[in-house]
């Protein structure tokens, strides 16, 4: 008969040299049962492993005896010759206390790992069947679904789960034939966390009637996980068919064409692939009544934390939640490079030779940069008339709801400069030396929604 304790050595063995090579191998280790089996199992597999092994320890602060538990992973990991680190966190209040507490796990270990870094964790089958019905609870899709996927991107590595294959029972059958310890933490048996009162209340009556629930829980997210993938995938091919005149950018028409089904993967899959938080059912359905199908001349927003979507013209835009804009306030620019307020970037004149001036070269005095001021006109170089700035947007596919952002540059005598859009010409004797104005490090840098106007540029 097999020995249990071996074959579980042999699949995380296998696991881990099916994986993109690696340098560090991560054991996150929080002192309780599944995670002493797993720094049990790598440390006896470090000696056929080309990477090196360390356990990482994170201590939440929220019991009075975690600082005992920290203690006790150290002399574990010391037991072992395993180097241990251990990390603090502050949780933050939130949606709930097991997702403020996992999302500022999560954020630390993620800045722990350097590239190609992998970090293990020991959620099991068990734990993938509570996913399930957690996720089933919350009416998610097939992705929430899917629940914990094997292998996951995490920083600059990735996150590792190799023990989902086995139940709960089994890691404590493994623990207790290798005369391990651990520690019990009784938040764990507090019935108002959501995940506890299922695991306690739920899952036991389950196992009664049916004794493989956690095993054929588990395999349903498997398939859910397919069903995903491939839904991944069509989303993936059809966006790339759909892009917009502006970098990651959707058409609207194009959209429009798609069902209803595929143009939310579509969405989905979009959002998701430029690192924005993904949007609920109820938002989605908003992007496709009150975004896709508005009014040529409507701005539509929909927003939550982390995302707006936007359109202009055909281009559905999705940005991350923009800044206060500084309408009304007002800056002197006298010498050197200008900080703009909040995360609005800095101004530079140049001339020519593309030296650096300073204002007062201008002999103009000192310059004032507002922004939102409407009712302006501009000569761009090139031009014979002063044109309504309003009209010089439109022709540059400024979005309306980016040009209070935009910094406006004035002199004693009149408008000297738009951004980095225009300089305009005329506004007095210095003005002419000004070959342009870089504003650089604002959140639309690269995006091509401020990019400089060249003559005889069509309308974006």
């Not at 150290?74 to 966190?89: K, N, P, Q, S, Y």
């Not at 975004?291 to 707006?308: F, I, Q, S, T, Y």
Request: charged share 20%; glycine share 10%.
């Amino acid at each position: 008969m097999p020995d249990p304790a071996a074959a579980m050595a042999g699949h995380l063995l296998a696991l881990l040299r099916s994986l993109p090579e690696a340098r560090r191998c991560w054991v996150a280790y929080s002192g309780g049962l599944d995670s002493r089996v797993l720094l049990d199992l790598m440390a006896g597999l470090r000696q056929r492993l080309t990477l090196a092994l360390a356990a990482v320890h994170v201590d939440h602060g929220l019991h009075p005896e975690s600082v005992a538990w920290a203690g006790h992973c150290e002399a574990r990991c010391a037991d072992l010759g395993v180097r241990l680190v251990h990390l603090r966190v502050q949780v933050r209040s939130g949606p709930g206390p097991e997702a403020a507490a996992r999302a500022a796990r999560y954020g630390v270990l993620a800045d722990l790992l350097n590239p190609g870094d992998l970090l293990l964790t020991a959620h099991h089958r068990d734990d993938q069947a509570e996913t399930l019905l957690l996720a089933l609870l919350r009416g998610a899709g097939v992705h929430g679904l899917a629940a914990m996927p094997v292998v996951a991107p995490l920083g600059s590595g990735f996150l590792v789960r190799p023990l989902l294959p086995y139940g709960r029972a089994e890691l404590r059958a493994y623990a207790l034939a290798r005369g391990l310890d651990w520690v019990d933490d009784p938040s764990n048996l507090h019935l108002d966390l959501d995940r506890n009162w299922l695991r306690h209340r739920i899952l036991p009556l389950l196992a009664e009637r049916w004794p493989a629930a956690s095993r054929t829980l588990a395999r349903s997210a498997g398939h859910c996980a397919e069903a995903a993938a491939l839904m991944d995938r069509l989303a993936a091919a059809e966006a790339a068919c759909l892009t917009g005149r502006r970098p990651g950018t959707l058409s609207l028409v194009g959209l429009r064409r798609l069902d209803a089904a595929l143009c939310r993967a579509v969405l989905r899959h979009w959002i998701g692939s430029l690192g924005l938080a993904a949007p609920s059912t109820s938002q989605l359905a908003r992007i496709m009544t009150e975004v896709l199908h508005a009014r040529p001349d409507a701005d539509p927003l929909v927003a939550w934390a982390g995302c707006e979507v936007r359109r202009y013209r055909d281009d559905l835009f999705a940005l991350p939640p923009l800044p206060k804009a500084p309408v009304g306030e007002e800056l002197i620019w006298t010498a050197g490079v200008l900080a703009l307020p909040g995360a609005l970037g800095r101004l530079c004149l140049r001339d020519a030779s593309g030296g650096e001036l300073a204002p007062l070269d201008l002999g103009l005095g000192p310059l004032r940069v507002c922004f939102g001021a409407t009712g302006l006109s501009c000569r761009p170089p090139g031009s014979i008339h002063h044109r309504p700035l309003k009209h010089l947007y439109q022709e540059a596919g400024v979005p309306p709801w980016l040009r209070g952002y935009i910094p406006l540059i004035f002199s004693s005598l009149g408008l000297v400069a738009v951004g980095a859009l225009w300089v305009c010409a005329g506004e007095g004797p210095g003005t002419d030396r000004v070959v342009r104005v870089d504003w650089v490090g604002h959140p639309w840098e690269g995006s091509g929604l401020l990019r400089r106007p060249g003559r005889g540029d069509a309308p974006a």
